[in-house]
């Protein structure tokens, strides 16, 4: 259930109400508007009284049953749009923000090579994988907390703000001492465990769709993260496993779409594993812009014939260049700013 309060209801008459839905066991979230505050009602409405009686309170505008099961991630929580502050860089609203570098770590001198071309041409932050969850137990599987090192050398030369990825709650405590951003990847998106030990960081959270998740199933993965008291999430359509072997996976635009309708998060697309291949990424960017996203997550690698994971979808620095200029005009007929490093 979502209860609005009338404008300008005053303190006590805004306790009064949180305490009613506490009595009938729910948990109330409040968010405080300029004008008005409204109460989130968490716990299982099978279970619990109806809320809808509260209407009776003179301080209670409206009370809205909330049909599906992510409620803090809702718009019907909070109508506009999050924005989320990482490192001095605002993540949602009317920006957009591109995040690139390689796939993986591989050495210092790849990582901050790569590292300042993408910031010469243009990207607010960085990626690079320093842990990787490979589908074969033989393939490389990341340099782990020397790669975290290499971020942070990367982010003290370039200044660029560091996305990386995140495999078990046992991992959290390390990444989070280097990174800025966790990324939870597309194999650990219902990793239950993990979400909450993510959240507990207090970091911003980049939480991929699963490989064959829903978008229901993508935005309660959020919900988990909310209800462990982390409301800095940023989510992330990377391409859905199909019939489909033109590309990598299939790119799923449709759920962005929903996914902005349905929560006030930022909404980033990885075109880059949903292509598998270098020539798909910049039409599949180009189309990400046009959907409404909020950002992007590109690989980029300065010599992708030799890196040791996923070469075949990964940029070269003047392919990125080419993609950061096709971008801009796209971005500005959407009504937004391209925000540069």
Not at 27 to 47: H, Q, S, Y
Not at 312 to 320: I, T, V
Request: proline share 6%; charged share 20%; aromatic share 4%.
């Amino acid at each position: 259930m979502i209860v609005v309060l009338k404008i300008g209801s005053p303190e006590a008459e805004i306790q009064q109400v949180a305490e009613a839905v506490k009595k009938f066991g729910y948990e109330p979230k409040l968010i405080r508007g300029v004008e008005r505050t409204v109460i989130a009602c968490v716990g299982d409405e099978r279970g619990h009284h109806t809320l809808e009686s509260l209407i009776v309170l003179p301080q209670v505008e409206s009370v809205t049953p909330v049909q599906k099961k992510y409620k803090l991630v809702s718009r019907q929580y909070q109508p506009h749009d999050t924005i989320i502050d990482v490192a001095g860089a605002q993540i949602g609203g009317k920006t957009f923000h591109v995040v690139a570098g390689p796939c993986s770590v591989e050495d210092t001198a790849q990582t901050v090579e790569t590292a300042k071309a993408v910031k010469a041409a243009g990207a607010t932050l960085f990626r690079g994988g320093a842990f990787k969850p490979r589908t074969s137990p033989y393939d490389f599987q990341g340099l782990g907390k020397p790669a975290l090192e290499i971020l942070k050398e990367a982010r003290r030369i370039t200044g660029l703000p560091i996305v990386t990825e995140v495999m078990g709650p046992q991992d959290v405590e390390l990444v989070a001492s280097y990174a800025d951003v966790l990324q939870i990847g597309a194999r650990n998106a219902q990793n239950v465990p993990l979400l909450a030990a993510a959240a507990a960081s207090g970091k911003p959270i980049l939480l991929k769709r699963g490989i064959s998740g829903l978008v229901d199933e993508w935005l309660l993965a959020a919900e988990y993260i909310f209800v462990h008291g982390n409301h800095r999430v940023i989510l992330c359509e990377r391409g859905i496993r199909t019939f489909e072997h033109a590309c990598r996976n299939t790119l799923d635009l449709s759920a962005v779409a929903v996914a902005k309708k349905e929560t006030h998060l930022p909404v980033f697309v990885d075109p880059s594993h949903a292509a598998g291949r270098a020539d798909m990424i910049i039409p599949l960017a180009r189309a990400a812009v046009a959907v409404g996203a909020d950002g992007l997550l590109v690989e980029v690698h300065p010599d992708p014939a030799t890196a040791l994971s996923d070469g075949g979808q990964q940029l070269k620095p003047a392919q990125f260049q080419q993609l950061m200029d096709e971008l801009r005009p796209i971005v500005k007929a959407m009504g937004r700013q391209l925000v540069v490093g």
